[in-house]
């Protein structure tokens, strides 16, 4: 199976003075005020552990405020399998 390590999910927020109300979270979670940044992070994600959740709150925003959301992680192999050969 695929496994994953230090998943990091960065979701722009529209600009506030205060940090999200973090409800529910599988994981980690950091608010960022200088990009005004919600960053979910999660340790691993592997075959037992394939979901999780997030829920937060803000003041009504324009959903496009929301995207494009960031991921970032790293992983042992390849998820294709591909391989680099010399030629």
């Known amino acids: 199976m695929f496994d994953l390590q230090n998943v990091v999910i960065s979701i722009p927020l529209p600009a506030t003075r205060e940090a999200p109300n973090v409800l529910q979270i599988d994981g980690e979670w950091r608010y960022n005020s ?3 940044t919600l960053e ?8 037992t552990n ?10 009504p925003a324009d ?4 995207f494009p ?6 992983a042992a192999k390849t ?9």
């Open 40 to 47: 979910w992070s999660i340790l691993l994600i592997e075959n």
């Open 69 to 74: 959301i960031n991921i970032s992680f790293n």
């Open 50 to 59: 394939r979901s999780g959740s997030m829920e937060f709150v803000l003041p």
């Open 34 to 36: 200088r990009s005004s």
């Open 63 to 66: 959903p496009s405020a929301f």
């Open 79 to 87: 998820f294709s399998d591909a391989k680099v050969r010399l030629v």
